[in-house]
């Protein structure tokens, strides 16, 4: 299914593009869900199954773990903490691209600036950019830090644009791909259309607000040029 971007509701066209990389770009669920669960199993927490452990990936990891009952802060953050080095050492590298993410990213090289803004901790994104060999795509990589308390989308998209055009690169009009309600919400905060990636870990209710549904990464470039 693919629903197109109204282009009448955006003045002109987009100026760059922003994409969530766990779940659009990425097929990271094995490795989240894995350290997830390790993470959990070192704290002394309840193992969610398979289907809401599936959930935890996109959205920032510690509200996912203040979620789960039983769960104070202490020990939220503790199995974050957890999270972080067991993903760092075996989790990123469970991560590998979704099939027609680098023909997508091929396409569109050269038409408009690519950047990521992502939940996942920054240089863990920029570490799995590497490894997958997509980071020569973008202008920027941006993600989480706990340095300047940025883990809500919404500041993540923020920074990724401050960043950009500090650059020089026009950010009047982007539009934001990504698959999960964060990466809708995050966006809609700075007035920013989401293109849905039907592909990833979203839910049926996840995508009803975005402004287009991308079936397979394919889509992708139709839609934001409106062909």
Known sequence: ??????HDSVEGEFTCILFDMDGTLVD??????????????????????????????GPPMLES????????????????????????????????LFDGVVELLQQLQGSLPMAVAT?????????????????????DICGASDAVD????????????????SKGIDVARPVMVGDRMYDVEGAAAFGIPTV?????????EERSSAAA???????????????
């Open 1 to 6: 299914m693919i629903r197109p971007l109204l």
């Open 28 to 57: 990271s669920a094995e490795g989240v869900t894995g350290s997830a669960a390790a993470a959990l199993e070192a704290v002394g927490a309840e193992v969610p199954g398979p289907a809401e452990l599936l959930s935890f990936v």
């Open 65 to 96: 773990f203040r979620s789960l009952p039983g769960m104070d802060e202490v020990r939220a953050q503790l199995a974050l903490k957890h999270y972080r080095s067991i993903y760092a050492q075996q989790g990123a590298g469970q991560s590998r």
């Open 119 to 139: 939940s996942k901790i920054e240089d863990q994104a920029l570490r799995v950019a590497v490894l997958l060999g997509i980071d020569r795509h973008f202008v």
């Open 150 to 165: 940025r883990s809500r989308k919404k500041d993540v998209i923020q920074e990724s644009l401050r960043r950009l055009q």
């Open 196 to 204: 849905f990636a039907q592909w990833g870990y979203g839910s049926q």
């Open 213 to 227: 549904i991308a079936a397979q990464p394919n889509d992708v470039a139709s839609i934001v040029f409106g062909q």
